[in-house]
C-alpha cells in the first residue's frame, strides 16, 4: 500500500508507471467481447499478471435491447439518472482491478453522474493494496473497509449504507458476472419498475455447486414463495428509495433471500433479464459448500419463521372492537 505507483495528473491519468496500468490497458484492449480479464496480483513485486479467463461452454455475445427514444442522449445508452454501482470483496485482489476498470468505463457511458463502490471486507490478501494503487487513477472509486470480515450479507449491507445515487447496482468482485452488463439492467429499467434482477443463462461452476445451487434455489422459491427466476443471481440494479421501506437485516448469504423477500411483500415491480455467469478463475466461493449448507439450512428456517409463518399469523389476527370502530 505503500509502493510508488506513479504521479497521476489532474484527470486522473498516471504519468508514471504501477501496478495497475496493465489492467487499465486490458480494459480497454478488451472490446467488450468475453469476460473481463482476471488478474493475479505477485506479492514480492506487486506486478499484476493476467490471464483472460473464458468459459467454454457461456457465449460471448452481450444481448442489448433497443433503447427507448427517452434514454438517448450525447453517448450510446446514456440515461439522465445517477448510479451507483459496488462489488463486496473478500480475498479478490485477482479481479477487483478489472471489475472495477471496466465498471467505471460502462457506467462512465451511461450517465455522469456515478460511483464505483468497494466493499473490502476484511480481505487478508492483497486486495486493500490493489484498491489503494486504483484509487490515485479514478476518482469516482470509493473504497469502504472492513476491519473485520462481516460476512456477505454484512459487505452489501455496508455497499447498500454507502450508496449515494438514485440508482444502486452491484454484483460480486470474483468476476464471475460481467460489470459491463450493468448496462443491460440500466436499459430494462422502466419507469414503472423498481428492481431489475438478472438471471444466469447458464451456470457455470463445478457440478457439486451446480446441484446445490438448483436445489437451493427449488427450497427458497417454495419457502418464501418468490417469484423470481434466479434468487441467488447476484446481478441487479435498484432504485434508491425501495431501501426507505425495506431494511435489511442477515449478515449471511440468506441476505439475497431476505432482501428480494421484502422487496415482493413490499409490492415494489420487478423484471427480469438475462446474464451471462462465467466460471470462478480466482479464489472460491465462500457460501455454497458442503460445510456452511447445515448453517444456511438454519438460517433459511429462522428467516422464514420471520418473513412468512408470523407475517402470516399478523395478517390473519382479527382486528380488536376498538380498531373496528376506529375504522
Avoid at 1 to 21: F, I
Avoid at 35 to 43: A, D, E, F
Avoid at 199 to 214: A, F, S, T, V
Avoid at 241 to 265: A, K, P, Y
Amino acid at each position: 500500500m505503500g509502493r510508488d505507483v506513479g504521479a497521476a495528473d489532474a484527470t486522473g491519468k498516471p504519468e508514471g508507471p504501477g501496478p495497475v496500468v496493465g489492467v487499465i490497458r486490458a480494459a480497454q484492449r478488451s472490446g467488450g467481447v468475453g469476460p473481463p480479464p482476471v488478474w493475479t496480483v505477485l506479492p514480492a513485486s506487486g506486478i499484476l499478471r493476467s490471464r483472460v479467463t473464458r468459459s467454454r461452454r457461456a457465449p460471448y455475445t452481450l444481448f442489448l435491447p433497443r433503447r427507448s427514444p427517452r434514454s438517448r442522449g450525447p453517448r450510446s445508452g446514456f440515461v439522465p439518472l445517477s448510479i451507483s454501482a459496488f462489488f463486496p470483496a473478500y480475498n479478490d485482489a485477482g479481479t477487483i482491478a478489472s471489475m472495477v476498470v471496466t465498471a467505471d468505463r460502462t457506467l462512465r457511458a451511461l450517465t455522469d453522474d456515478y460511483e464505483v463502490i468497494v466493499v473490502n471486507d476484511g480481505s487478508p490478501d492483497h486486495t486493500g493494496e490493489v484498491l489503494a494503487d486504483l484509487q490515485t487513477r479514478y476518482p469516482n472509486l470509493r473504497v469502504v473497509t472492513h476491519q473485520k470480515n462481516r460476512g456477505y450479507g454484512g459487505a452489501l449491507r455496508s455497499g447498500f449504507e454507502h450508496a449515494s445515487k438514485e440508482l444502486i447496482c452491484y454484483t460480486d468482485g470474483d468476476a464471475q458476472y460481467d460489470p459491463r452488463e450493468f448496462r443491460l439492467l440500466a436499459e430494462n429499467l422502466r419507469d414503472d419498475v423498481d428492481v431489475v434482477q438478472g438471471y444466469k443463462i447458464q451456470r457455470n461452476d463445478p457440478i457439486e455447486r451446480i446441484i446445490i445451487g438448483k436445489l437451493y434455489h427449488t427450497i427458497v422459491r417454495t419457502m418464501f414463495g418468490l417469484p423470481i427466476r434466479d434468487v441467488d443471481c447476484d446481478m441487479r440494479l435498484i432504485r434508491r428509495h425501495v431501501f426507505d421501506e425495506v431494511i435489511l437485516t442477515q449478515d449471511s448469504g440468506v441476505i439475497c433471500v431476505e432482501m428480494m423477500t421484502r422487496i415482493t411483500q413490499a409490492g415494489f415491480k420487478m423484471t427480469e433479464v438475462p446474464v451471462h455467469h462465467y466460471h470462478r478463475a480466482y479464489g472460491k466461493s465462500q457460501f455454497f459448500n458442503f460445510k456452511r449448507v447445515g448453517r444456511v439450512g438454519i438460517d433459511l428456517l429462522k428467516l422464514w419463521v420471520q418473513l412468512v409463518l408470523l407475517r402470516g399469523l399478523r395478517r390473519r389476527r382479527p382486528a380488536t372492537p376498538q380498531a373496528t370502530r376506529e375504522a
